[in-house]
């Protein structure tokens, strides 16, 4: 069984840099086709993706976040690592990892964590 | 980026409805497009992969259609638990985009 969930702060600062954990079992982050992902959701709003990191360890990363994110990984610890710097009230938002797939015709997130809620603010 | 553009934004519908919802990508994705739904205070949950692959425990009123740049989800018969939000994803090029979602209510 695959699970996922989100470790971080609750209140983070505007200017600061924000760091979230995405722990995981039931798969390897090494074994071809898998990747983890970060999603951002804020309030009463859309899914944003914010990044992905493949087994490969190829990174991609949201066109207009690229500047501010970085995603890491730790497979000794089964962990991915989002940063995303100078944060500011507007990125007040509940972050999900999730679990990617890789098949011939695309991928997609399955499952997800519960998501953990921040919120900029001074 | 590819946009998604979701239609509606919000529906609302009655138990036992079929409901089509549908999504557009500026341009060509193939079949590359995912369906979730989310439930009030829920992560998202996958149901269609692939433009129309069912993901597994997914009841089969739920279906996905469409290639190039149209995308449909359809429930045959809604049931109470479905009234959620749906997003579509292209997984076609990254930035792996999401649209905007489509809000189902009970009529």
């Known amino acids: 069984q695959i699970t996922l969930k989100e470790f971080g702060p609750t209140l983070v600062k ?3 840099t924000l760091t979230l ?7 390897s982050l090494s074994t071809s086709g898998v990747g983890v992902g970060w999603i951002r959701q804020p309030p009463g709003k859309a899914l944003e993706w914010l990044a992905l990191i493949y087994w490969d360890d190829d990174k991609r990363y949201s066109s207009s976040l690229k500047r501010r994110l970085t995603i890491t990984r730790d497979n ?4 991915v690592v989002l ?14 990892c999730a679990h990617s ?3 011939k015709q695309g991928n997609w997130f399955d499952p997800w964590g519960h998501g953990t809620l921040v919120t900029v603010s001074s | 980026d590819i946009q998604m553009t979701q239609s509606p934004s919000s529906l609302s519908a009655s138990v036992g ?4 919802i549908t999504c557009r990508a500026s341009q060509t ?15 998202p949950k996958l149901l269609i992969y692939v433009a129309s692959s069912l993901q597994t425990g997914v009841p089969s ?7 190039g740049t149209d995308f449909t989800l359809t429930i045959s018969s809604l049931q109470p638990e479905d009234f959620a939000t749906y997003y579509c994803q292209q997984s076609y090029t990254s930035p792996y985009t999401f649209g905007q979602g489509t809000k189902l209510e009970i009529k």
């Open chain 1, 101 to 103: 797939w890789f098949g």
């Open chain 2, 17 to 20: 409805d079929r409901v089509t």
């Open chain 1, 14 to 16: 505007p200017t600061q």
């Open chain 1, 21 to 27: 954990t995405c722990t995981f079992s039931g798969f």
């Open chain 2, 61 to 67: 009123r739920f279906s996905g259609s469409g290639s």
């Open chain 1, 76 to 79: 000794s610890k089964n962990q």
């Open chain 2, 29 to 43: 994705i193939s079949n590359s497009l995912n369906w979730y739904q989310q439930r009030p205070g829920k992560a």
């Open chain 1, 83 to 96: 940063t995303m710097t100078n944060m500011d009230p507007v990125d007040t938002a509940t972050y999900y």
